[in-house]
């Protein structure tokens, strides 16, 4: 291994730049000018003078002095990660730590591929810094690694990667470690650009960094959707219509086969006979159907959403708020947690905002009964200090569990409800919750991945303090939703992945530019974010910055891409969506994407089309008013 050069970066500290493999290699760097954020880019020339080719791998750190690091790598590693008491098992920083079979460890390295923006960050005692890359260089796809030991805390860039100690493939069963390889050749010589910046002490430093980031690739990443929003929302309400209706009892069946001829073990269909109330299915898509239906003069899709909101609101679960899923085998039940009888606060706070928007469209009493029991339980069952609970005992309402952020949603229902005690509950939720945003960690929004901090809880909070800012005005609300859009937006990919030519991404020239990670846990593309596409929108308009509201239309641009117009399009048929991009070995192999539509993969390009489309008539009618 050839020693480092140490590189003084003007701003202050160190890059250490070294070869990992025998030797001797040449090395040089030299600094850029300094741009606004701090951010410095290093030019780097790298050359083999061995006389036989030989392996080597370029690692490019910087280290500060860190008793408890903090780390940030953008839709992939958050602080210690996976809080101790989460019970799905994925990669989790502990200082000291060296249980790779528990995926615990003080030293991680990912390929940067799993990364929405491929850099590294770091804080430590005082202060923190970062370093930044591109996915893949001319030694192959790039390394993202963290390190603690002896009070010193290492973020490196590796060209070509390392992942250690472990590979994870979205399961608990840990994978052996991997390293990609580069073999140089007598007199071989690279250039590699990365950048460089010191970080003040707060943890929120990342925000205008990311911002820069993105408009430096930009340039690089054009996103070409394949239909408009108009066509794309007509696709969206077929497919929820066509293949995830079923009248008998009125469900939006959660996952259908893009091949109808593929049958499970049993003989029958893949179809997932099942839906949840809210989250993968449920009354938000139902709602989303509902206006589309009423817009476009669709009777027979007015019908179906209704019936679908009839179904939920006339079961309620004994403890007075929705039941958590619906079976076709077994009927109503608990909501996807490991505690018996249990409810999920977010799906349950989901559902009622959504219907509450519904009620907007179509009055039902019956529905508002629905929703005002929901609302008079969790009011009641709200803690002094704002926490509204994560999981609900479905028979006697007990509060099982108070982890986590999951209570968020129900902020934005109960302003959507309106009403003193509604409003004030509210604003208790917005004072609890507002940790988990200041400290850049939340989390516990999805049902499946436990108290892991997933994109949906970026989206939940936005949400949430959108709502509480549009019902008060306070600048609290309007500064917590900024920071919460910022969060979220750390897991939306600021570059187009590359995909290999003959992988279903590659061949249709998928564009990832403006999809989420899901989570750290759930390494692969979706499009949720769609959920707060008018909150991002309205978050522009009041900061008078554009920024959150082009970041909100890139998301429906992305997702108007691999939308199957008709029949046959994509491997499916007309209005079937994926909900799983995979752009990283991770689930599948890169490249592959899930042949299983989701009700609320078109459910949410539904509601994110009819929201701009709504926005974009009344910009009509205010321009044709001003004449």
């Known amino acids: 291994m050839t020693g480092p050069l140490l590189l003084a ?50 690692r490019v750190s910087r280290r500060v002095p860190a008793t408890d690091p903090w780390w940030l790598i953008p839709g992939l590693f958050y602080g210690e990660n996976r809080p101790v008491a989460c019970r799905r098992v994925f990669p989790r920083f ?12 003080a030293r991680w390295g990912f390929r940067a591929d799993r990364a929405a923006t491929p850099a590294v960050m770091v804080w430590g005692d ?32 590796l060209f070509p990667y390392q992942e250690f100690p472990i590979t994870y493939y979205g399961s608990a069963l840990a994978l052996p470690a991997e390293a990609a390889t580069h073999v140089w050749q007598p007199g071989e010589s690279h250039e590699l650009t990365v950048a460089a910046c010191p970080l003040p002490a707060d943890r929120h430093a990342y925000a205008p960094l990311l911002r820069e980031d993105r408009e430096l ?11 408009d929003v108009e066509e794309a929302a007509g696709i969206a309400a077929e497919g929820l219509y066509r293949w995830h209706y079923d009248p008998d009892p009125g469900v939006l069946l959660e996952t259908v086969g893009f091949d109808r001829e593929v049958s499970g073990a049993d003989g029958e269909r893949v179809d997932r006979q099942a839906m949840h109330v809210g989250w993968v299915s449920g009354i938000p898509w139902a709602a989303a159907l509902l206006e589309h239906g009423l817009r476009t003069g669709r009777p027979e899709q007015v019908a179906a959403a209704s019936r679908v909101i009839d179904f939920i609101c006339a079961n309620l679960s004994p403890s ?46 019956a529905w508002q009964a629905a929703a005002r029991s929901n609302l008079d339980v969790m009011v009641a069952r709200q803690r002094p200090d704002g926490n509204l609970g994560t999981l609900h005992h479905a028979a006697t ?71 509480l800012h549009r019902a008060t005005g306070a600048a609290r ?100 969506i994926t909900e799983r991009y995979y752009q990283t070995d991770c689930f599948q192999p890169k490249g592959m994407y899930l042949t299983l539509s989701h009700a609320w993969s078109a459910g949410v390009l539904l509601l994110a089309c009819e929201q701009v489309l709504a926005r974009d008539r009344a910009s009509m009618a205010a321009s044709h008013g001003s004449r």
């Not at 690739?217 to 239909?227: I, K």
Request: charge should be negative; aromatic fraction near 10%.
């Open 397 to 467: 309402g007990e509060v099982l569990s108070w982890s986590g952020a999951s209570g968020l949603t129900w902020i934005a229902a109960l302003c959507e409800a309106g009403g003193e005690t509604c409003l004030r509950a509210a604003e208790r939720a917005g004072d609890y919750y507002a940790a988990f945003v200041e400290d850049e960690f939340i989390y516990g929004a999805p049902e499946d991945v436990d108290l892991a901090p997933t994109s949906e809880d970026g989206y939940a909070a936005v949400i949430a303090y959108m709502a």
């Open 217 to 227: 690739r930009l340039p690089a990443a054009p996103v070409e959707p394949w239909q």
């Open 126 to 157: 005082e202060a923190g810094a970062c370093l930044i890359a591109d996915e893949e260089s001319a030694l192959g796809t790039t390394g993202l690694a963290v390190e603690h030991a002896a009070g010193e805390a290492t973020i490196a860039l």
């Open 477 to 576: 609300w309007l500064d917590l939703a900024r920071r919460a859009a910022d969060w979220t937006l750390t897991f939306r990919y600021s570059y187009n992945v590359r995909f290999g030519p003959r992988t279903p991404l590659g061949v249709y020239g998928f564009a990832t530019r403006g999809a989420d990670q899901a989570s750290p846990s759930n390494q692969h593309l979706h499009a949720y974010g769609l959920v707060c596409t008018d909150e991002l929108i309205a978050l522009s308009e009041a900061l008078g910055d554009p920024y959150y509201a082009e970041r909100a239309h890139e998301t429906l641009a992305c997702f108007r891409q691999l939308l199957p117009a008709a029949d046959g399009d994509v491997n499916a048929y007309r209005g079937m």
């Open 320 to 365: 007075g708020t929705f039941w958590g899923t619906w079976y076709r085998r077994s009927g109503w039940s608990q909501s996807w947690s490991h505690t018996k009888d249990a409810l999920h606060a977010r799906t349950l706070g989901e559902a009622t905002l959504f219907l509450l928007r519904a009620l907007r469209h179509r009055p039902d009493p």
């Open 94 to 105: 502990e200082a000291g730590a060296d249980r790779p079979d528990e995926m615990v460890s």
């Open 9 to 58: 970066d003007p701003d202050g500290g160190e890059v250490a730049v070294e070869v990992l493999g025998a030797g001797p290699y040449t090395t040089s760097g030299r600094w850029g000018e300094r741009r606004a954020t701090g951010r410095r880019e290093l030019r780097l020339t790298i050359r083999y003078d061995g006389a036989e080719p030989s392996a080597g791998t370029v």
